[in-house]
Every structure is written in structure tokens, then in C-alpha cells.
């Protein structure tokens, strides 16, 4: 069995990345659908609202993000918990 390879994009393609608008000068978050866009290192500093599916996420970018993809930082899914049971009340 051959070990996991990370298929990356071809380099003369350069990043996969969506427009996005102008930063709104009172600080607030840009929404975005592109979960596949790759984070610039332009977007250091910035706040994104990444769309999970259902709700939009908070996404504020770091250093260490850069050149990852946005939909990394908004999980798509809940944690499963078990349910408590009202047996123990009785």
C-alpha cells in the first residue's frame, strides 16, 4: 500500500482562490460561500464568515493559516454526545 500523497495543484496554475470584495472599513466580516479558496497571505488579519452548510462561522486569519483552504476552519459537523437518559431519575 503507498502511502497518503496530498494532491497539490499544479504550480503554473497557481492558487485556487474566489474574488472576494474590498475589506469594509468598519472591521466587520466578509461572507463567503468558497470553502475551496486558499488563503493569501493578503487575507492575514482579515474576518471571513465561512459558510458550513447551514450557518456561517466566524474565521479570523492567522500566519499559520496561510495556504490552507478556508473551509479547513469551519467544521461541517457537529460532535456526537450521547443523550442522557431520565432512567437514572426514576
Not at 492558487?15 to 460561500?33: C, N, Q, R
Amino acid at each position: 500500500m503507498r502511502p497518503t500523497t496530498v494532491c497539490l495543484r499544479s504550480v503554473w496554475k497557481g492558487p485556487f482562490f474566489v474574488p472576494l470584495p474590498a475589506a469594509p472599513k468598519d472591521g466587520s466580516a466578509v461572507e463567503t460561500m468558497a470553502r475551496a479558496s486558499t488563503i493569501l497571505p493578503s487575507h492575514v488579519g482579515r474576518k471571513f464568515m465561512v459558510h458550513n452548510g447551514k450557518d456561517f462561522l466566524p474565521v479570523l486569519v492567522s500566519e499559520q493559516m496561510v495556504n490552507h483552504k478556508l473551509g479547513e476552519f469551519a467544521p461541517t459537523r457537529k460532535p456526537f454526545t450521547f443523550k442522557k437518559s431520565d432512567k437514572k431519575l426514576r
